[in-house]
Structures are given as C-alpha cells and as structure tokens.
C-alpha cells in the first residue's frame, strides 16, 4: 500500500511564525502536491513537484513556497504565517505524469493565531 | 477555463437506498479525466472511482458507478445501497494541465448522510 505521512495532524503557531509542513511518501513517487481545504471551497493546489528539485506553482501559490531535495519529502513553508492561513493542509502523492491517482496524507489542520 | 462544479452542498439518504451525487465539468481539452473522491470525518482522501473521456463503458468499482454523459459535462457518482459508513464529504476531480503537467481540479464537494 502506498503510504503518505504528514508530520503533525494539528499544529497551532503565531502570527510571522515560520513554518514548515513535512510530507513523506514510501513509494518512489515522481509527483508531490501539496493543497489546502477550505469549507465551502473544496481543495486548492498550492504547488506542486514532478521531480526532486523541480516545483510548479498552482493556482494558489501566495505567500508559500516549498522544498523537494529529496525524491520522497515535499516541504510547504509558510514564510510568515498569518490567520488568513489558518487551514487544512493536504499532501499527496503520484506515481508520475501518465499515471492518474493521487495517494492523499491524512491532513495537518493548521491554526495560526 | 476548466472548472468542477458540484451543485448539492448536502445530500440525506436512507440505508440501503441509492443516491446520486452530481458532477458537472467544463473543458477545453479533448483528453480529460475524472474522479471522485471520499473523506470521511478522519480527513483521508479516498479514492472511490475513475472515468477517462475516451472510455466507452461508464466506470463501475464496487457499489460505486460513475454516470458519465459527456454531451451534457456531467459525471456523476451513484452510490447503490447506501451503508452508514458511506456518511462523508465527496469530492468530484478532473484532470487538468499547469503548464503542461497534469494536475488536479476539485469541486467544492457534497456532504452525504446516510440515516439509518
């Protein structure tokens, strides 16, 4: 079974805190993403990576960015973290481009205050 | 632009009945692929099921079928006999492309409760 870990499940940080969000996956996947849920929203893609060292942004980048030096973690850094950030923050992974089905981490819901 | 479009923030089911959840899609590429999606109240993705554009037959997994009418862009989930553990939100997902890498496009999704 594919695996996805996510480093925390909940996590509470300050405002201009910077943080980090740690995903891992165990199954030499090319493709990493990382989205944020919202109620009402559904998932947005914050960026992506489809191979070590390689990013895109999505559709909604803004005030992250992210790290891949390695093939099976996919860092999010919030730079500054701020309430608007406040969210669930899914990760997932993909076998490669022609392949279709993300493989999804359990979530870290995010609070900044 | 592509775009999902999931019109039923909530949907109420009997046991053992079946329900249908709808999806609605808009795209210009003439390759295209659609999903859906399970989260329980643990928060995990599942996936339930795929259609791909060209695929002649609807896609079926289990209890799960995906009514896919491609002139009017829907793709809708059936779900046959409804269990208590089906109660979650369902997000409907199409491939798309971000300069040039394919990706995906949520629908804002559709919470199911299933009553006993």
């Known amino acids: 079974d594919v695996k996805v870990t996510q480093s925390s499940r909940y996590l509470v940080k300050r405002t201009g805190e910077k943080v980090f969000l740690e995903c891992v996956q165990d199954?030499?996947?090319?493709?990493m993403f990382w989205y944020r849920q919202d109620p009402g929203l559904g998932l947005r893609l914050i960026y992506f990576?489809?191979?070590?060292?390689?990013?895109e942004k999505g559709d909604i980048p803004e005030g992250y960015s992210v790290s891949r030096e390695k093939k099976e973690r996919f860092s999010l850094i919030l730079e500054s973290a701020s309430t608007n950030q406040t969210s669930m923050y899914l990760c997932?992974?993909?076998?490669?481009?022609?392949?279709?089905?993300?493989?999804f981490g359990p979530g870290t819901r995010l609070t900044v205050t | 632009a592509q775009k999902i479009t999931q019109t039923q923030p909530g949907m109420f089911v009997q046991e053992k009945e079946a329900v249908t959840l709808d999806c609605t899609y808009d795209t210009s590429d003439p390759s295209y692929g659609l999903f859906w999606y399970k989260q329980p109240s643990s928060g995990e993705m599942i996936f339930l099921i795929y259609q791909g554009s060209y695929d002649q037959q609807n896609a079926t997994e289990g209890r799960y079928s995906l009514n896919f009418q491609k002139a009017r862009k829907s793709a809708n989930l059936v779900i046959s006999a409804s269990q208590l553990g089906d109660s979650a939100m369902y997000f409907c997902a199409m491939r798309t492309h971000i300069s040039g890498y394919s990706t995906l496009t949520f629908g804002k999704g559709t919470m199911l409760l299933v009553s006993p």
């Open positions: 997932a992974s993909r076998l490669g481009l022609r392949a279709n089905e993300q493989y």
């Open positions: 199954m030499d996947h090319e493709n």
């Open positions: 990576s489809y191979d070590v060292k390689m990013k």
